[in-house]
């Protein structure tokens, strides 16, 4: 019962904790979750650090016995776009997103309820469809407008939010389970894409004028599981592997004449397996390969070309295919207080050249990670961590979806983005 009234009481203060704008790295999934798993390139598949397990590995709750994690972590993207080679000049010129600092938050809480089980929650967040461009010095004919021939700033802002309660149980001593229920919420804004919206001199893009563009702040809501298990073999050797479903999200009616399905916006299945070593009693080595399937969304993974109108269940999206995700993480106790890590974690680009003009609004375009980070004891039963990530600039060109009906005019485009973070969170065993 008081286990059960901790939960219950530190869930809405976790999910108050991560409303703030989460931004990632592998597509729109961040390449770590937990200050410990940022530290070693995102590799936690196999590891029991901490009470991120509803993110990572549900599985992985037992063995992380009772604690409490939460800390925060400030976030710089710094994006771009650029059109290029438009035979109307106008066209052509080059923007920054403005926003690039950001405070994200973590939180996590487990409590072992016998020496076999335990329940926990972990709250997380995805993001990084997160921009706002200036209106520039653009002008597609009917006066000034943004890049994408809109008018005023031109930006997009979504927050996904998971609260997930956990239960994890050792089988055998050697081997656990677990399952999270998934519990999502979402909010959603765009604005400064009124060409999209069957604007005067544009092509009829949507089935729903008016709900395209600078509405205001939409929510969804839904619900999902993930599943895990991990193993452990002595003191030296653990494998991990867990699976998220899709998590089914209710629909963004505001936003019914933009994304796919009527404003539909699920968040994507996605799975990991992972293993870790330790060569010596000191030294830890892991390795984690995941999977996101953000082809399994349409308004994520069906591609930009209209082949039907914004909004219908097969109209035009961001066109992400599904990437591939291997992470490489270190750990090294350096002595009884202090732990050093470091880490790489390399993803596949989810956007494609035929893609680059929606995704403007959303280059998530990263691929490389270095990370590093720190964990020191200040005392027994507590210890505060850090982590350090850098990701170097990728870009992507390509042609211009204007060209459809500029007649090839309107030439080519290029997005940008390079990203950098560093974290502390606190964390304390019960």
């Not at 990632?24 to 999934?29: C, E, K, M, S």
């Not at 400064?192 to 005067?200: K, T, V």
């Not at 030294?283 to 399994?296: C, E, K, P, V, W």
Request: charged residues 10%; hydrophobic residues 35%.
């Amino acid at each position: 019962m008081k286990t059960s009234r901790k939960l219950f009481c530190l869930t809405p203060l976790g999910a108050l904790l991560a409303a703030a704008p989460a931004f990632a790295t592998n597509g729109y999934f961040p390449d770590g979750y937990g200050m410990k798993s940022a530290g070693m390139g995102g590799a936690a598949t196999a590891l029991a650090q901490d009470s991120y397990g509803g993110a990572n590995n549900p599985g992985s709750m037992v063995w992380a016995g009772s604690r409490l994690d939460v800390g925060g972590t400030w976030f710089k993207p710094v994006r771009d776009a650029e059109r290029t080679g438009s035979a109307m000049p106008t066209l052509n010129g080059k923007v920054n997103s403005g926003r690039e600092d950001f405070l994200i938050p973590e939180f996590g809480y487990n409590s072992m309820v016998s020496k076999d089980m335990s329940l926990g929650v972990s709250v997380y967040g995805n993001g990084g469809m997160n921009t706002s461009y200036p209106q520039g010095n653009f002008n597609c004919g009917a006066g000034p407008s943004n890049i994408l021939c809109g008018s005023g700033s031109l930006g997009v802002n979504l927050i996904q939010l998971i609260v997930a309660p956990t239960v994890a149980y050792k089988f055998t001593p050697q081997n656990s389970v677990g399952a999270s229920l998934l519990l999502g919420y979402q909010r959603f804004s765009m604005q400064g894409i009124q060409s999209f919206d069957n604007a005067p001199g544009f092509p009829p893009f949507t089935g729903a004028p008016g709900s395209v563009t600078n509405r205001g702040d939409d929510t969804a809501t839904g619900a999902g599981v993930r599943v895990g298990y991990q193993g452990h073999f002595g003191n030296t050797f653990s494998i991990g592997a867990a699976y998220s479903s899709k998590v089914g999200m209710s629909k963004f009616d505001k936003y019914k004449g933009l994304f796919a399905g009527g404003g539909g916006f699920d968040i994507p299945a996605n799975y990991n397996v992972g293993v870790a070593v330790k060569p010596m009693a000191d030294l830890t080595l892991a390795m984690d390969y995941g999977r996101i399937l953000y082809s399994g969304v349409p308004a994520v993974g069906n591609q930009s070309l209209p082949v039907a109108p914004l909004g219908a269940s097969n109209g035009p999206g961001f066109g992400w295919k599904d990437i591939n995700v291997l992470k490489l993480g270190l750990a090294w106790n350096m002595n009884a207080d202090l732990t050093l890590r470091v880490g790489y974690n390399r993803g596949d680009n989810p956007v494609t050249p035929s893609n680059v003009t929606f995704n403007i609004l959303a280059p998530g375009v990263t691929t490389v990670h270095y990370t590093a980070g720190f964990s020191y004891a200040t005392a027994k039963d507590s210890e505060v961590t850090g982590a350090l990530m850098y990701a170097p600039r990728v870009t992507v060109t390509g042609p211009s979806l204007f060209n459809g009906f500029m007649g090839g005019a309107a030439g080519n485009e290029t997005i940008g983005m390079r990203q950098s973070s560093l974290g502390l969170a606190y964390s304390r065993k019960f």
